[in-house]
């Protein structure tokens, strides 16, 4: 068998498999699985708990806390060890297969007894779907539809979050405990067909060419050589900036690395995106720690209105995922980050309105229902809109270190600690929110909660104005 058979045969249907479509569905789906198995878990809890660990009811409502603590925490923790583990190695797909395993192990562990392990585990391998699946992800996209496939990704993600509680709550009471568990298993499944067919990106670059054949050292030669000539063209701001100063004529070798946490951690723009990754989880998950009391108390709905408000809240992550990634990709992230900033702060002191005596128009037996329903709705989709900023601010940043020494960070890249540090900030905010909405509500009252919160969205606002973008002005003056 020739050569060329042998490389044909191995990588069949490889056009399908890296495309860059294909790729960004399974990296969809992975997203999607890791949020619904967060999600999925909620509803059930209690039930878990106390009918099948016997645990006295009194305590559920800590155990609940406690156990969502942990899985934060464990994410929080190991977003950079699995980040600098990740930007070691050369292969991304080997790392997902094995970030699905430990998800399907922690998944089996939760529904049989030992749910915190189990739990473990899924933070574990969640956050490590996202950061090498965001990876490679933007490897796929290339540098004119990174936006984009930031926003489908993200839309598969709020998918997850919201099917996830709403199936298990509806089986659970439907079917029993055991049949609920065949949902996660059936997509977990799909997880693992669509993880073992993809064909990452980079797998695809070097096995392209002609007739498909394996690239001999002359080819990664003059490929290398191209390489270089090509990094000095800019393309788009997410990726590729022009190489300037005196270091452009120097060899690889002889340039230096740096510290990639301390770089990006002194970047004013930076910290300003990673400022926004925080604020936005927080908003999220202040809504989903004070809403249900403030709904009961305001409105006196039950369970189902309430969850009809959270899907109201998360419903336009998936509808304007994909829109708001295209006004990513098109328009300066300054203005539009400043805009979208800008414009939650009404709609956030408009949800805190219904039944504060200071506005009557905005009672329960008035405008109330209404008036919450539109604001949910509304900041769902802001954001959506500002969620994928710092994100981007991140890879520009990376890029534009990058540009004048492809190894300044390490001989594979920092993509996979790009997102680390994205997921941490949002691991951060997912932690944050409800300890600061639980601990100022008691003080202040809901009203203000969100009024303070949508303060803070007018600051990030000013700061996304002054500190946002500018690599792309810069680049666009030379």
């Keep these: 068998m020739t050569k060329h058979a042998i490389t044909d045969k191995k990588l069949r249907g490889y056009r399908w498999r890296s495309y860059s479509h294909f790729i960004t569905f399974t990296i969809g789906i992975a997203l999607y699985t890791e949020a619904l198995l967060y ?78 392990f189990g739990a473990v585990l899924q933070a574990i391998a969640a956050s490590t779907a996202w950061i090498v699946g965001f990876a490679t992800l933007m490897d796929a996209a290339g540098p004119d539809r990174q936006g984009t496939a930031t926003g489908v990704a993200l839309s598969f993600s709020s998918a997850g979050m919201i099917s996830g509680p709403a199936i298990s709550g509806v089986l659970l009471r439907l079917v029993g405990y055991w049949p609920t568990w065949t949902v996660p298993i059936a997509v977990l499944a799909i997880d693992v067909i669509a993880r073992l067919v993809m064909v990452e990106a980079k797998a695809k670059e070097s096995a392209s060419g002609p007739n498909f054949s394996i690239q001999d050292p002359e080819d990664s ?18 990726t590729i900036f022009p190489r300037v100063g005196s270091d452009t ?8 690395t740096k510290n990639f946490y301390h770089t990006m951690l002194l970047d004013i723009g930076v910290l300003t995106g990673l400022a926004g990754c925080v604020l936005v989880t927080a908003l999220i998950t202040s809504f ?3 809403f249900p009391l403030h709904a009961r108390r305001t409105f006196g709905w039950d369970s189902l209105p309430t969850g009809l408000m959270f899907l109201s809240l998360q419903t336009p992550g998936v509808i304007l995922g994909l829109p708001c990634g295209w006004v990513r990709d098109r328009f300066n992230i300054r203005y539009t980050s400043t805009v979208g900033w800008a414009t939650l702060f009404p709609f956030m002191w408009l949800v805190g309105t219904p039944g504060n005596e200071h506005y009557p128009w905005a009672q329960a037996t008035a405008n109330g229902p209404a008036i919450t329903t539109a604001s ?12 994928g900023f710092g994100v981007t601010e991140l890879s520009a940043a990376v890029q ?3 540009s004048t020494n492809p190894k300044v960070f390490g001989p594979n890249g920092a993509g996979s600690r790009v997102f680390a540090l994205a997921e941490t900030a949002f691991t951060l905010g997912i932690m944050l929110g409800p300890l600061v909405s639980g601990s100022l509500i008691a003080h202040v009252g809901y009203s203000t909660v969100n009024l303070i919160l949508g303060i803070m969205c007018v600051i990030v606002s000013a700061a996304s104005f002054c500190f946002l973008g500018r690599r792309n002005e810069v680049r666009n003056q030379h």
């Design 39 to 116: 999600g999925f878990i909620v509803p059930i809890l209690p039930y878990m708990l106390e009918h099948r660990l016997h645990l006295d009811p009194s305590k559920t409502q800590d155990y609940t806390s406690k156990l969502l603590t942990a899985y934060g925490l464990v994410q929080l923790i190991s977003a950079p060890i699995t980040a600098h583990i990740s930007d070691k190695l050369s292969r991304r797909k080997a790392q997902l297969l094995i970030a699905l395993g430990l998800g399907i192990v922690g998944t089996g562990l939760v529904a049989i007894w030992a749910i915190y």
């Design 221 to 238: 030669a003059s490929d290398e050589e191209r390489i270089r000539l090509l990094a000095g063209t800019p393309t788009s701001y997410q």
């Design 249 to 256: 004529g120097r060899e690889p070798h002889t340039q230096h």
């Design 288 to 290: 989903e720690n004070t």
């Design 376 to 387: 949910l709705i509304a900041i769902g989709g802001l954001c959506t809109l500002v969620q």
């Design 400 to 402: 534009k270190w990058e």
